[in-house]
């Protein structure tokens, strides 16, 4: 059982930076690829990004791609965000979440195995 942990949200000017963090526990982290989603109010969960175990190969909704960079680091069982020039539209809950594969390319909504709760990024204009 893998427990996940977000950190890193909050309030935060449109153009700025914020970076998150998600702390696992409890399983073999390192053996698995981890993505990051976001719901926004009244919309459904989106995904926005994916690392595979390695943290050799990545993949990014296009509508973040060059200015969010997700990366990983094995020996603390966590994964990051960074986002930059963030827009209002960036405002939602981000959340990580764990696959049981190894490969990024298994990443996708209704395809993951552990969720944490969430953190909220509220972006202002």
């Known amino acids: 059982q893998v427990q996940l942990v977000e950190s890193g949200g909050g309030l935060v000017q449109a153009g700025g930076s914020l970076r998150l963090s998600c702390a696992a526990s409890?399983?073999?982290?390192?053996?698995?690829?981890m993505g990051w989603f976001r719901q926004a109010p009244g919309k459904e969960r989106e995904f926005v990004a994916s690392?595979?175990?390695?943290?050799?190969?990545?993949y990014y909704a296009d509508s973040v791609k060059g200015r969010f960079t997700i990366s990983r680091d094995n020996a603390k069982n966590t994964v990051y965000l960074q986002m930059n020039s963030l827009t209002p539209e960036d405002t939602a809950v981000y959340s990580c979440?764990?696959?049981?594969?190894?490969?990024?390319?298994?990443?996708?909504?209704?395809?993951?195995?552990?969720w944490g709760k969430g953190t909220l990024v509220t972006v202002s204009s």
């Open positions: 690392i595979d175990w390695s943290g050799g190969t990545t």
């Open positions: 979440a764990a696959t049981g594969y190894s490969g990024a390319g298994y990443v996708s909504i209704n395809n993951m195995h552990y």
């Open positions: 409890g399983g073999f982290f390192s053996n698995y690829a």
